[in-house]
């Protein structure tokens, strides 16, 4: 099983910066994507960012570049730093990570309980 414990988010004017991050721990896991998921009121849940060790980085589409997600893959963590935010990016932002146990191959997917980022003036 994996513990998530998310930081960052708040309060932040528009054109402004954030960061996220997202720390990861359990026993005998190997975690193979980390990412960052976000939910407005009345939306649905949609991706913002995950990266892999073999992938790279994938990026929503809205993000146009102004996102940078990155993992530091001996502390499992995963960081989400957003700048040049503007209200449509106010929601709620889900750590997400995707793991395997021992030496299974099945993959497992966990989520943390998620942080309000809000752009506002």
């Known amino acids: 099983q994996v513990q998530l414990v998310e930081s960052g988010g708040g309060l932040v004017q528009p054109g402004g910066s954030q960061s996220l991050s997202c720390a990861a721990s359990g026993s005998d896991i190997v975690i193979t994507d980390m990412g960052w998921y976000r939910q407005a009121p009345g939306q649905q849940r949609e991706l913002v960012a995950t990266i892999t060790g073999s992938a790279g980085a994938t990026y929503g589409d809205f993000v146009k570049g102004r996102f940078t997600v990155s993992r530091d893959a001996h502390k499992n963590t995963v960081t989400l730093q957003m700048r040049s935010l503007q209200p449509e990016d106010t929601a709620v932002y889900y750590c997400?990570?995707?793991?395997?146990?021992?030496?299974?191959?099945?993959?497992?997917?966990?989520w943390g309980q998620g942080t309000q980022v809000t752009v506002s003036s």
């Open positions: 997400k990570v995707v793991y395997t146990m021992g030496a299974g191959i099945r993959h497992f997917a966990a």
